[in-house]
């Protein structure tokens, strides 16, 4: 790894991102002895600017950062390093020093879901074609997915990418009103999925 970290008047910053929800998680500073001795313990360790001293996260809380990866930046003066963080990163107690929830996200589909489901709490089946599903029950809702999955099949045998590419929409957004009909969300599943990986 080529950094120079003399050039960087002894410290570089250490940007710390999950490795599995790839959420950042705190920014810290590295010497080339806290830099040593993160690759030695595998355990992410700093320079503390306020204690003067090597500072291995979790020395005291037990809250450590198990090193997964370490990247530099194009220009060699910063650090990306992956870990997976053992409890809440912030001394705060929260997940992030940012206050956030450390869980995965899955861009869009994240607000899909977040939408479902403040559809489904204003429950105004007038105007939400999500709310009038739900307050049909899980049978209408399982129904549809069912209805979707044999569309998407058709699709699939024809030479229509357009139409096969809309019934899949159709397929997923049905699928995640279904998760939540009975109390669960992609998370869940994916959790399900990483347990099968081998």
Known sequence: MDIDIKSAHGLIPAIIQDSETKNVLML????????????ETQKVTFFSRSKQRLWTKGEESGNFLNLVSIKNDCDGDTLLIQAKPVGPTCHTGADTCWQEENKENYGF????????KTRR????????YVASLFEKGINKIAQKVGEEAVEVVIEAKDDNDDL??????????????LLQAKGFQLNDVVDVLKKRQK
Do not use: P, V
């Open 109 to 116: 589909i994240s607000s899909l879901e977040n939408t479902i």
């Open 28 to 39: 810290g500073y590295m010497n080339e002895e806290s830099l040593q001795k993160t690759i």
């Open 121 to 128: 709490e204003n429950a105004d089946s007038e105007k939400s």
């Open 164 to 177: 096969f590419l809309s019934e899949s929409a159709d397929l997923l957004f049905h699928y995640l009103i």
